[in-house]
């Protein structure tokens, strides 16, 4: 069934971002054992800086610049300012909506649901009545033609929940060329600071959810934003559909195009060891890297942030399984304010 929410929970645009409040995070225990260290344990961290080079400004659509920026520990110093224009260098956007109930999945995107990835390809479109155990779901006509939105106003007013009925069972798509003149500016800190307590992410919603962080939780090196939680269950209680294509991605008016899931379709950097690609930065300038190793396993020891340390990476991140809606829970480095 599905769960609705409240639209109080719906500021300006239900694809734009929700808070995901991290309840639990904590502060990264480590202790410094036996051995004789004066410093904080802190101290003990390999620290990378983040590598400019890596974002892929090639054909201009992401550029970075040297900043001073004030963290949210208080330390004034140089944050790389990375400006990005909603066109990727490393891959197509799209398909979201397939046309027709034949289609295959290489007519649509993708959709998660209960930690899985779902192609949304014409037997999705066809079969939501009985996926959702909701006979309001009918999102084809006679012809199996599915109900797509068509312009950038449908675009801005099937995101807008107040619109209701007029929406319903409509594929919503807004397409790269609504948001060709978007650009968006993210700060992070050259050299990231890990902090003994965690941050939890912020964003809208009602008050006292969401922490006092960036709602936003990393970039890939295309510059497309790793963003918070799309809110599925607001999308699902409009009977609406707004896929994601299959990097992961959608669009909105405010947004531009974002990340809902790390599916690898980005660029990916292989690591000379076994351990997982790295896919980006997190807003604390701690490395992103996949979920997965080169054996397809999950690293056993990740903080409540997703987080951990080696020697070769210091401390980083790995980003959740594709169908969870989510990347990493809280940030423990200090973000620019
Ligand atoms: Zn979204
Ligand atoms: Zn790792």
Redesign the pocket.
Known sequence: MINRIKYTFLVFSFFGLIAASCGGCSSDDISSESDVVIDSSMDDLNVINVDASLFLTSNGSVTVTTVPCTLSDGTSTDCYQIVATSNPADHEMGPWCPDNITDGADKGGIWLENGEVYDVDGAFIENMASFYNDSTWKMYDANGDIYTTETEDDCANAANPNVGVEYENYCVECLPSYVTDLTQTYQIPITPIKQSTSTDFGGFGPPGVGGNGPSQRGLAFNGVVFDAPAPTDAILGAYTLAPFDDAGGHINLNAGYHYHAATGVSTQITQTDD??AMIGYAMDGFGL?AQL?ADGNE?TD?DDCR????DS?GY???VAAPGTNSFINCLNGAYAN
């Open positions: 351990h997982a890297y190793d690293p990740l987080g951990h340390e080696d990476r980083h991140y790995h």
